[in-house]
């Protein structure tokens, strides 16, 4: 079946260490995104790929880096993790921009804690 | 800017019950697509069901369907015959077409099915 797989499902890190979080997808969607959710809350888009085009959002910190080294993998680091950087990281895949093209699919998801 | 809003934090449902989830939006743009993820405690986003503004018919998908008013600016999502299965946090999203558009989420309802 095509999916998105993330690793690993859990995470736990101490707090300044450099982590990277892996996405791959097997779907061949030509955008990958980054998320970040905390508790309770809606995902919060850190950035995304659209093939090899890189975007940022706005609001996303310098902490944060991607790299997509090709179609199938994405992959999320974070450079010096703090407390509030725990969360639940979700990656997510869509075949293109647009409406029904933008319809997202997410992996399981891998939580962070850092100590 | 476009805008989803789910006006239920929490909802309880007997099983076999159905439940009527509430999303509304608010954009300016005449093309947009209006979705619906599943996310169980297990923290995976499962896409539910889409529904395209142009669409005459409510999208629907197995025991989902999508109740689509586009004067009243709703999306509700309609889940028949409740399962325990469908406990789960619930969110709304809206994207716009025509080029790249962050997808807007809503802030979810978490819906309890009671045996």
């Known amino acids: 079946d095509a999916m998105v797989i993330q690793n690993p499902r859990y995470q736990v890190t101490q707090f300044g260490k450099p982590v990277t979080l892996s996405c791959s997808q097997t779907?061949?969607?030509?955008?990958m995104y980054w998320y970040q959710q905390k508790s309770s809350q809606a995902p919060k888009l850190l950035f995304h790929?659209?093939?090899?085009?890189?975007?940022n959002e706005a609001d996303t910190p310098d902490n944060f880096q991607s790299r997509r080294p090709n179609t199938s993998f994405c992959f999320l680091d974070i450079r010096s993790p703090g407390l509030g950087d725990a969360a639940m990281y979700l990656c997510?895949?869509?075949?293109?921009?647009?409406?029904?093209?933008?319809?997202?699919?997410f992996g399981p998801g891998t939580r962070l804690l850092v100590l | 800017a476009q805008k989803i809003t789910q006006t239920q934090p929490g909802m309880f449902v007997q099983e076999k019950e159905a439940v009527t989830l509430d999303c509304t939006y608010d954009?300016?743009?005449?093309?947009?697509?209006l979705f619906w993820y599943k996310q169980p405690s297990s923290g995976e986003m499962i896409f539910l069901i889409y529904?395209?503004?142009?669409?005459?018919q409510n999208a629907t998908e197995g025991r989902y369907s999508l109740n689509f008013q586009k004067a009243r600016k709703s999306a509700n999502l309609v889940i028949s015959a409740s399962q325990l299965g469908d406990s789960a946090m619930y969110f709304c999203?809206?994207?716009?077409?025509?080029?790249?558009?962050?997808?807007?989420f809503g802030t979810g309802t978490k819906l309890q099915v009671i045996p």
């Open positions: 997510a895949t869509s075949r293109d921009f647009g409406t029904s093209s933008q319809t997202q699919y």
């Open positions: 779907l061949n969607h030509n955008v």
């Open positions: 790929y659209y093939d090899k085009d890189f975007n």
């Open positions: 954009t300016s743009d005449q093309s947009y697509g």
């Open positions: 529904q395209g503004s142009y669409d005459e």
């Open positions: 999203a809206m994207s716009l077409s025509g080029g790249y558009q962050k997808v807007t």
